[in-house]
């Protein structure tokens, strides 16, 4: 039986996932695919530290680049993550003609249109399925399954960290420091948590994500990116007196000249299938011309997860091997040599409806201020909620929903309106989405 031999970069939690689901699925998986899959090496800083799985000790090493110079291993799988040395190490296999698997989501955000390019040119594949949604086979889907698609939208849940301190906010009524720490002791959040909870993740998800649905080069830095480390508890309660769940979701829209992308929190109504996206749990709602409305949901991490989409680019890589071709379905939908940079809107032009939770005093003539101020701005209230008065005074939430308006104009609504002498915090901003406006 034909052998095709594995060089892993990276022994941590998805690395480990990786070789157990060689040891336990290795015969299924040899019966799949026709040929055995041999680990011949692992690399990684430490490598005497006990793993979930027992390894023999002859095929761990600390020197990463024994598996790039070795020319028996055809496949290198990097799991270290970051961007340097990843970036190197994935850049020097490649040139030395052979193919790769990642799971690095922020290496391919920010360094893809380098390495993508390079795959083309030396002629080898690269797998990333998983640097997108975890388990849920997104960049099969866009890259293959919805390939005769123009891609109209698509609304995602990208964190499963932050969509697990969202859930327990809403369903649980706890404070938002209260889930976090609550997350961080279950595994779902780092002990620095700032990349889940800023949206970074996310972002990078994002990124990945637009290349492929618009066969486009996009530029990270240009993408709009807001957490939801200020979505309080009383925004929370607020939604759901509107009808509204808050998630921290993706946005891509495809406009004619223009594709709208941006990642923030986002109200949407209870009956929507993201709305019941709960937990750790990551979801995808694509729409495209021929195929109308596709929705994939799953584990978007973990170690065994993340692991199966790892091994789903190994199987699909080493099938083209067995029949001596390579690149057959391209890295990122179209040919590098004739991809181009994405137009993205600029993020004051977007329009939506938006949530406004005032913090205002107590006292005639303050709803009267405040839309007159909206309506100059050309932004027109759809509800209001005004809260009772304070026992000894003091400020009182005022919240409002707007029908459609533009970001730049809202914007400037609230820098004047928080200049108000009646307005005493600055003015929570939480946009609204619903599909059926698209």
Known sequence: MKRINLGLIGFGTIGSGVVKLLQQSGELIEKRLGARLVLKRIADLDVTTPRVVPVKKRILTTDARSILTDP????????????????????????????????????????????????????????????????????????????????KSIFGILNGTSNYILSKMTDEGKAFDVVLKEAQALGFAEADPTFDIEGVDAAHKLAITLSLAYGKKVNFDDLYREGIS?????????????GYRIKLLAIAIRHENAVEARLHPTMIPFDHLLASVNGNYNAFHITGDAADSVFLYGQGAGMMPTASAVMSDIVDISRQLLKGVSGCVPSRSLRESIIEDICLMPFDDIETTYYFRFSAVDQPGVLSRISGILGKCNISIASVIQK?????????????????ARERNVRKALREIDRLDIVQDKTVLIRIEDEERR
Do not use: C, Y
């Open 388 to 404: 009772g008065r304070k026992q000894g005074g003091g400020a009182v939430p005022v919240v409002m929903t707007t029908h459609k």
């Open 230 to 242: 200020g979505i309080s508890q009383q925004d929370i309660e607020f939604a759901k007196e509107l």
């Open 72 to 151: 028996d291993i055809h496949i290198v799988i990097e799991l270290m993550g970051g961007h340097e040395p990843a970036r190197t190490f994935i850049l020097e296999a490649m040139h030395r003609k052979k193919h790769v698997v990642t799971a690095n989501k922020a290496l391919l955000a920010t360094h893809g249109n380098e390495i993508f390019r390079v795959a083309e040119k030396e002629r080898v594949d690269i797998g990333f399925e998983a640097s997108v949604g975890g388990t849920i086979p997104v960049i099969k889907t866009l890259k293959e399954s919805l390939v005769a698609n123009r891609i």
